[in-house]
């Protein structure tokens, strides 16, 4: 995939890398600098966690160049007259592809950011940038069934819901359009 940036009409996507990682842990106000951001008060959002940022970094490192922007995205608001730059949420993907062309993306939201249509541009932009790569004959998300915002940010975006294989979450799926 090998893309350092995706961008919306709203939001810039920085691809992860374990420098970025590694700060994220261990040196926020570092981290706030190099992408020249704001931070939200409740980073990190959601499932988006030190759990993931650890999956992520062992991820990058085994795969190095070759699977960056295929894990971890930044998102960030563009900054305006009256606001900074300011990182609301995190997204990507849980790896390249699989052999049958499978791509699942994933998206927490700060909470200072939800119901203003973060996510549903987030999913637009991910599932965009995934059809770019000739490999990808299938998207998948799964959310749990609580979580209204998500679901409705995934049909907004054309996913429709089938049979989970995780007996806690929905599953949705994206083909493309023949």
Not at 17 to 41: G, Y
Not at 98 to 125: C, L, N
Request: aromatic fraction near 12%; hydrophobic fraction near 40%.
């Amino acid at each position: 995939m090998n893309a350092a940036f995706l961008y919306s009409n709203r939001l810039l996507f920085v691809a992860g890398t374990p420098t970025l990682l590694n700060l994220e842990l261990t040196d926020r106000a570092r981290f706030a600098q190099l992408l020249n951001v704001a931070i939200t008060s409740d980073w990190p959002p959601g499932e988006y966690d030190e759990g993931a940022m650890r999956f992520f970094i062992d991820q990058l490192i085994s795969g190095q160049e070759e699977v960056i922007g295929w894990y971890n995205w930044y998102v960030i608001t563009y900054p305006t007259a009256t606001s900074p730059a300011t990182l609301v949420a995190g997204a990507g993907y849980f790896g390249p592809p699989s052999s049958d062309g499978t791509v699942e993306i994933g998206y927490s939201v700060s909470k200072e950011w939800r119901r203003q249509g973060i996510a549903t541009e987030i999913v637009s932009t991910l599932t965009a940038h995934a059809w770019k790569q000739p490999e990808i004959r299938r998207i998948i998300a799964h959310t749990l069934p609580s979580n209204e915002a998500s679901i409705k940010a995934l049909t907004k975006n054309g996913f429709y819901s089938f049979e989970s294989d995780d007996p806690e979450k929905l599953c949705f799926e994206l083909l493309p359009i023949a």
